[in-house]
Antibody, heavy 121, light 111 residues
Framework: QVQLQESGPGLVKPSETLSLTCTVS????????WSWIRQPPGKGLEWMGY???????KYNPSLKSRVTISVDTSKNQFSLKLSSVTAADTAVYYC???????????????WGRGTLVTVSS | QSVLTQPPSASGTPGQRVTISCSGG????????VNWYQQLPGTAPKLLIY???LRPSGVPDRFSGSKSATSASLAISGLQSEDEADYYC????????????FGGGTKLTVL
């Protein structure tokens, strides 16, 4: 079955750029929308943005100036970059698949296990 | 401050029926379908209800969703101890060129 796995540094310094990759295994990245969602410790979920396998993107307006999501179909991966991070960006970062094939349906039927990223010097 | 409003906590005894509400506005719940997620401690969220009232394969029919105007509800009947978790509603918001929004979450305690 299709599985998602986040990877990347668990510690990032303030003002630097957070970079994470989500690898899709057991299925193709094509024909679906893929999102990044984060959850600060003890708090709720925040949608960060999505990308279609073709490369089209949409971002959360509150993060738009700092976030970039890209896709590498040859590796079946998509990635997140968040610039100028602060302690407020400390969170568990999840990658997830939108269940709508070909168009976003805004429900996430597959999730990665999440990776904790701490912003600290 | 979440765009979607959920009660921070809910509780019930085994076998009871509990409901969790999610209140929004015309640009989100009023215009789009609502989805619900269950998050057990230390795990990733799991899709529980999608498109207002549909259950993914494997989700017991004890879980049901509904939507009316700018509000939605998740109902859990025959409450079980393993239902103790955080529950989140989510939808799309058409304002600000569109964005995904989640409720603040409801922690369900099985007494």
């Amino acid at each position: 079955q299709v599985q998602l796995q986040e990877s990347g540094p668990g510690l990032v310094k303030p003002s630097e750029t957070l970079s994470l990759t989500c690898t899709v295994s057991g299925g193709s990245i094509s024909s679906y929308y893929w999102s990044w969602i984060r959850q600060p410790p003890g708090k709720g979920l925040e949608w960060m943005g999505y990308i279609y396998y073709s490369g089209s993107t949409k971002y959360n307006p509150s993060l738009k100036s700092r976030v970039t999501i890209s896709v590498d179909t040859s590796k079946n991966q998509f990635s997140l970059k968040l610039s100028s991070v602060t302690a407020a960006d400390t969170a568990v970062y999840y990658c997830a698949r939108d269940g709508g094939s070909g168009s976003p349906d805004w429900y996430f039927d597959l999730w990665g296990r999440g990776t904790l990223v701490t912003v600290s010097s | 401050q979440s765009v979607l409003t959920q009660p921070p906590s809910a509780s019930g005894t085994p076998g009871q029926r509990v409901t969790i509400s999610c209140s929004g506005g015309s640009s989100n719940i009023g215009s789009n379908t609502v989805n619900w997620y269950q998050q057990l401690p230390g795990t990733a969220p799991k899709l529980l209800i999608y498109r207002n009232n549909l259950r993914p394969s494997g989700v017991p029919d004890r879980f049901s969703g509904s939507k009316s105007a700018t509000s939605a509800s998740l109902a859990i009947s025959g409450l079980q101890s393993e239902d103790e978790a955080d529950y989140y509603c989510a939808t799309w918001d058409d304002s600000l060129n569109g964005q995904g929004v989640f409720g603040g979450g409801t922690k369900l305690t099985v007494l």
